[in-house]
């Protein structure tokens, strides 16, 4: 208790200095942790790509109904197929009138139905990594009476890359600013130790333990940490009340955006984590 | 209870203290004397373990403090109690917070430690001075708030390194009350001055420290 009541004086005495560290520490907890809400929503993104891939299986002319029905097997077999659906050309050539409605006559030109067969083959929802579809592909390609295999390759490396680029520059991010944060705590303990260095001095003289001594130290600085990251969330909740709730209404693009409710709780705890180290680091040991 | 045993320190070849042999039975109540730069300081910093000797051995209450190992040191020192020439006073917190310290430190209640700080504050006649702070006291009632700081927590050694430099002849008066009254309760104390009068009717035993060496022993 006497240690707490030290500890609160001391960041009342130097209200202004720890007021500043509070906030930096709040700025970057918060810059951190909109780095790492990105990362999540591009995780998000990309999780369940696969599920949203349509696999066309197309087919060679002329492939006799035995062939089709050991190839579907096959992709059937599959770990990462959920489902596989043949579709004849004549089946093909009916869907594309139903999707032309009206003017389905633009397809009377054609004398002979261009169409093929094909397989249509479904992804399962989780558990499916990107290389494990790629590998499938290249598998399906590979199997006798497979024409052509199509699906949206472009797209699926693009948003890869971003995931794999989102991911290095958030962890960069990350321990960039883990070691500022836990420098600003650093800094600040250690100034406030120097300041009531006189009086550390009589504390040792009169017989107190080394944590007898540090403990208003440690306790300021986890206390500056927890302030820090609240000053933090209350930013997240700003940026989500003001801008990301608003952006999420107005353009249906962003949809898919979402903040954890579990950041704004982690920032003071991260807070005070970084305080705690950094008080441990500006401390050191003790001498006698 | 005090012995040191060929104790010798040198700072940056300057030699503070030479082959220093000097012994304070249980209870009683010593002087040691000498000139400014005599080492009488630098004595008491290694009876407090805020120096460590270059040679020797120093033994305070059975326990000998050259070879103790600093974790052991906030306990050794909780049984000395230590009156500063500068009294090292907090001059933020009041009198009753700076000699409450000694006790929160050893982790009393608060309860009894409000008892003690009210029965050591009134052996200086300072009780009303409970909630002042250090600065708007005279040098003489600071003096008597480290006494009482360092008796607060009841130690078997007491020194007193010039208690009553830059006091007037009352206050001295009025110090050496308090220090009678504490050794007649069984506390050794070791009082380092170079005010001879403070001494002539008093001590039993009394060093004369001279460059760094002990000149004398008198009974």
């Known amino acids: 208790m006497f240690s707490l009541r030290l500890a609160l004086q001391s960041i009342f005495k130097d209200k202004w200095m720890n007021f500043l560290s509070m906030l930096s520490i709040g700025v970057m907890l918060f810059i951190l942790v909109s780095v790492a809400i990105i990362v999540y929503n ?13 696999v066309m299986v197309m087919l060679k002319e002329g492939v006799a109904g035995e062939e089709i029905k050991a190839a579907q097997a096959v992709i059937k077999a599959e770990p990462a197929v959920k489902a596989v659906t043949f579709v004849s050309k004549e089946r093909a050539m009916e869907d594309l009138k139903r999707s032309f409605k009206k003017d389905d006559f633009i397809l009377k030109g054609f004398g002979e139905n261009p169409l093929f067969d094909s397989f249509d083959v479904k992804i399962k929802s989780e558990g499916v990594h990107i290389d494990e579809v790629k590998r499938l592909i290249q598998k399906i390609k590979s199997m006798k009476g497979v024409d052509d295999v199509e699906y949206g390759e472009a797209l699926m490396d693009s948003l890869y890359a971003l995931k794999s680029g989102m991911r290095a520059l958030g962890l960069s991010i990350g321990i960039v600013f883990v070691c500022s944060v836990t420098f600003i705590c650093y800094t600040t303990v250690k100034i406030l130790f120097y300041r009531h260095k006189d009086e550390i001095e009589v504390y040792k003289l009169l017989g107190a333990t080394r944590w007898f001594v540090r403990a208003p130290f440690f306790i300021e600085g986890s206390i500056i940490g927890i302030l820090g990251g609240m000053i933090g969330s209350g930013m997240l909740m700003g940026l989500y009340q003001y801008f990301i709730r608003r952006l999420i209404a107005d353009i249906p693009m962003f949809a898919f955006m979402s903040i954890p409710l ?3 709780y982690m ?15 500006a401390l050191g040991r003790l001498k006698y | 209870m005090i012995e040191l045993e060929n104790v010798s320190k040198a700072f940056g070849g300057y030699a503070a203290l030479s082959n220093i042999s000097l012994k304070v039975e249980r209870g009683d109540m010593a002087f040691v004397t000498g000139p400014s730069g005599a080492g009488k300081t630098t004595l008491f910093k290694l009876l407090y373990l805020a120096e460590k000797p270059d040679e020797g051995t120093i033994t305070i209450a059975g326990c000998n403090v050259a070879d103790v190992k600093s974790s052991y040191i906030p306990l050794l020192r909780r049984n000395i109690g230590v009156v500063f020439q500068d009294f090292k006073l907090l001059n933020n917190k009041t009198v009753y917070d700076n000699i409450a310290l000694t006790l929160r430190i050893r982790g009393f209640m608060e309860r009894e430690i409000k008892e003690r700080v009210h029965s050591v504050l009134k052996m200086v006649n300072l009780r009303h001075k409970v909630d002042n702070y250090p600065l708007t006291l005279s040098g003489g009632e600071q003096q008597r708030i480290t006494i009482a700081r360092s008796i607060v927590g009841e130690p078997t050694v007491m020194l007193a390194d010039e208690p ?15 220090f009678k009254q504490i050794n007649a309760k069984g506390t050794t104390i070791l009082i380092a001055t170079h005010n001879r009068a403070l001494f002539r009717n008093t001590a039993r035993k009394v060093f004369t420290l001279e460059g760094g060496m002990l000149r004398g022993e008198e009974e």
Do not use: H
Not at chain 1, 42 to 54: F, G, M, N, S, Y
Not at chain 2, 164 to 178: A, Q, V, Y
């Open chain 1, 267 to 281: 920032l003071p705890v991260a807070g005070m984590l970084l305080g705690l180290g950094g008080s441990v680091l």
């Open chain 2, 164 to 178: 009553t430099g830059n006091l007037d002849e009352e206050n001295e008066k009025e110090i050496m009350r308090i």
């Open chain 1, 42 to 54: 591009v995780e998000r993104l990309t999780a369940r790509l696969p599920e949203r891939l349509t």
């Open chain 1, 262 to 264: 579990q950041f704004m």
